[in-house]
């Protein structure tokens, strides 16, 4: 299925290098984005405001060849068989300061976007930057998937995600040792993931046990799926990773919030008493 051309598309979603093709279904659409670029704008995350902001067209350098109008009326695709370098720049509404920089090459029937600013991992990086104390040393490798994935690196993006779920086990195992004395590490260690999980079910969010075939996804990525695959499936999978350390960080909370009410309660009573 073809991707509907749209501002959003070519700013947010269209990879680095990764050319589209120009076809009689999609010839319109592209030729509205960039004949009317005064229309072009998006919603995204402003790497300046640190919020989600507007953007909006400001200048454009480079234009589709006007054909007089004695040749009668030329298509679209007629028009596009040399090379066309557009660069767009659009200002955040909230500060002209704010640039998107977005430079698209025009060649026969292919579009390719030949550079971005900021950077898709950029608009990307923010959102998880509330895992950053739960994850602790892993947050760099959550962030370097997330920046493999925008430069279209599949299955290297899947090692890093896959290496945080194995951490998150080993971080369950060694709480499941010290405070279970009947604990068998021989027995952690000759199973298999999907065992190892249903043996800490006990310190694991539910999620991740309910849903621990995300580990055979993350390793069936590294060798048998092709690179499109990974790509296509990685949000998801980002998404799991996330549902996991949200619920990590909700148990931390309210594991906080008990043990201050604890505190309270007793030493309150110890006051009522005295
Ligand atoms: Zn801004």
Request: a neutral charge; one cysteine or more; proline letters at 4%.
């Amino acid at each position: 299925m073809c991707n509907e051309i749209t501002s959003d598309y070519l700013a947010l979603q269209l990879g680095l290098y990764q050319p589209f093709i120009i076809n009689e279904e999609n010839a319109d659409q592209f030729e509205a984005c960039i004949k009317t670029p005064k229309k072009f704008q998006f919603d995204s995350y402003c790497i300046e405001c640190k919020k989600e902001s507007t953007f909006k067209f400001h200048s454009q350098r480079g234009y589709l060849p006007v054909y007089p109008p004695e040749h009668g009326p030329v298509n679209f695709l007629d028009r596009i068989k040399v090379d066309y370098p557009i660069d767009l720049l659009l200002k955040c509404q909230r500060d002209g300061d704010h640039l998107f920089y977005l430079p698209l090459l025009i060649r026969g029937n292919k579009v390719t976007k030949i550079g971005q600013y900021p950077s898709l991992a950029d608009l990307q990086l923010h959102k998880i930057d509330k895992y950053r104390k739960i994850l602790n040393d892993d947050y760099r490798d959550f962030s370097k998937a997330i920046r493999l994935n925008s430069q279209e690196i599949g299955a290297g993006s899947f090692v890093y995600l896959r290496r945080i779920f194995e951490n998150l086990i080993e971080e369950a195992r060694q709480t499941a040792a010290s405070q279970e004395s009947q604990w068998d590490n021989s027995i952690f260690d000759r199973s298999k993931m999907d065992e190892k999980i249903k043996l800490l079910k006990n310190y694991l969010p539910e999620f991740l046990v309910q849903n621990r075939q995300l580990y055979a996804i993350l390793s069936k990525g590294i060798h048998e799926l092709t690179e499109k695959e990974c790509l296509d499936l990685f949000p998801n999978v980002q998404l799991a990773i996330e549902l996991i350390l949200d619920e990590k960080i909700h148990q931390k909370e309210k594991q906080k919030k008990i043990s201050s009410v604890q505190k309270f309660v007793s030493a309150t009573i110890e006051r009522l008493k005295s």
